[in-house]
């Protein structure tokens, strides 16, 4: 259906008390363990609109396999990211060649974005639609992107 959303996503760990603490200091709420199947759920959002659910699996090292996911975040946060996931010990990871100065911008949604990793290397990500015309010019940082949309050259 078009107009359905994504409610929750799944990630493996090879550890799930490790990967319990990591998301509840990015700000996740633990909504639910169930001990025998080593799942733990997390509500992400507002609880006041309607959130969305991350599974966390306990994986052993033989079935264990990375994956990626994004985080939605205002503007504002996004600019934020960079001092919040420091003050946690946590390091940003460079993207498509680019350093972890500032957000890369992917320029055919356009979104810009940081990435970083979770204790097991699964990529996530903070992400923020941007407001101009999408172009396909590669991914860029935010400067370059917004010196190009002030000079039109897009």
């Given at each position: 259906m078009k107009n359905a959303e994504i409610f929750e996503t799944h990630v493996n760990s090879t550890s799930l008390e490790r990967s319990i603490a990591f998301y509840k200091s990015l700000g996740l709420e633990l909504a639910y363990i169930i001990e025998e199947r080593r799942v733990a759920f997390f509500w992400i959002g507002d609880q006041s609109v309607n959130r969305q659910m991350l599974g966390v699996w306990e994986k052993s090292e033989e079935m264990f396999s990375r994956s990626h996911f994004a985080f939605h975040v205002s503007y504002e946060d996004l600019?934020?990211?960079?001092?919040?996931?420091?003050n946690k010990g946590i390091s940003l990871t460079p993207s498509f060649g680019l350093d972890t100065s500032e957000p890369v911008v992917h320029t055919w949604m356009p979104a810009a974005c940081y990435y970083f990793l979770d204790p097991d290397g699964n990529s996530l990500e903070y992400i923020t639609t941007l407001n101009d015309k999408p172009h396909d010019v590669g991914v860029v940082h935010l400067s370059t992107w917004n010196e190009l949309c002030k000079k039109n050259v897009l």
């Open positions: 600019i934020k990211v960079p001092d919040f996931l420091n």
